[in-house]
């Protein structure tokens, strides 16, 4: 009875959650203070499918409010030796996201490449950042945090080079965010982490809440990612809180 009564309490926030997304997702007030007059915003990924698996409810809230988005994907995600492909669902996935492919750079450098035990270079990452960021007057960027949601070396070695650009170009007054890092039982609390988040971000004010009114086109744009669309990814998909909801802290270097 008691574990009954428990999934019924589940089902319940479960389908309140769904409702507070489709008809009372607020994230648009407090997400205003991306902008500052410049609309040209820099997401700064490891591989494709970053995009869609961690960072589309920002992506699907910033497009449909008029803002310039570019994508700087660090390498093809060759670790199988599929970069190629890869590649190109990642063209078909920033269709979905209405981001368009000019905007979009995808790097196969050789000291960029995708695995565990690559080590990237800060130094390049920051030359690299440095010329997307004046190559498209960007004055903001958004990127991963320390951990790299998933604990992922190159997800990590992207957080470092985007706080060394920071610190090189503190003069520069360009405003960055790092999506914030959930602990393994928030991670996959699906749609019912986002009164989790909103809850615990009251009280930081450096931190954003952004809700994905749209999660139906996140589960499209992964799906272009067709070598990676295996089922325990599309479960990831489904009960991930980062398809329903953003935490952005903003980096202070």
Not at 41 to 66: K, R
Not at 84 to 105: N, T
Not at 224 to 242: A, C, E, P
Request: charged content about 15%.
């Amino acid at each position: 009875m008691a574990w009954l009564v428990i999934a019924l309490s589940l089902i319940v926030i479960w389908v309140a959650s769904i409702c507070k997304i489709f008809f009372g997702a607020a994230s648009g007030s407090k997400a205003a203070i991306l902008d500052d007059g410049n609309k040209n915003v820099l997401f700064i990924i490891a591989h494709p499918d970053d995009e869609s698996m961690f960072f589309s409810p920002t992506i699907n809230y910033l497009t449909s409010n008029g803002y310039n988005l570019h994508i700087l994907c660090l390498s093809t995600g060759n670790a199988d030796g599929m970069g190629s492909i890869r590649k190109d669902e990642l063209h078909q996935a920033c269709a979905v996201l209405r981001i368009p492919l000019q905007q979009l750079k995808i790097l196969d450098h050789p000291n960029l490449q995708d695995g565990f035990g690559q080590v990237w270079s800060h130094d390049l990452l920051t030359e690299i950042i440095d010329e997307e960021v004046t190559k498209h007057d960007i004055h903001t960027i958004i990127t991963f945090d320390n951990y790299g949601v998933s604990g992922h070396c190159n997800h990590r070695d992207v957080h470092r080079g985007v706080l060394k650009f920071l610190q090189i170009n503190s003069e520069r007054n360009i405003k960055a965010w790092e999506l914030v890092s959930l602990n393994i039982f928030r991670k996959y609390f699906g749609p019912i982490d986002i009164w989790v988040s909103i809850f615990s971000a009251r009280n930081h004010h450096s931190k954003l809440i952004i809700i994905n009114e749209q999660p139906w086109k996140s589960f499209e744009a992964m799906a272009q990612h067709f070598s990676q669309w295996v089922w325990f990814r599309k479960l990831f998909v489904l009960f991930s809180s980062y398809t329903y909801a953003n935490t952005l802290n903003g980096i202070n270097p």
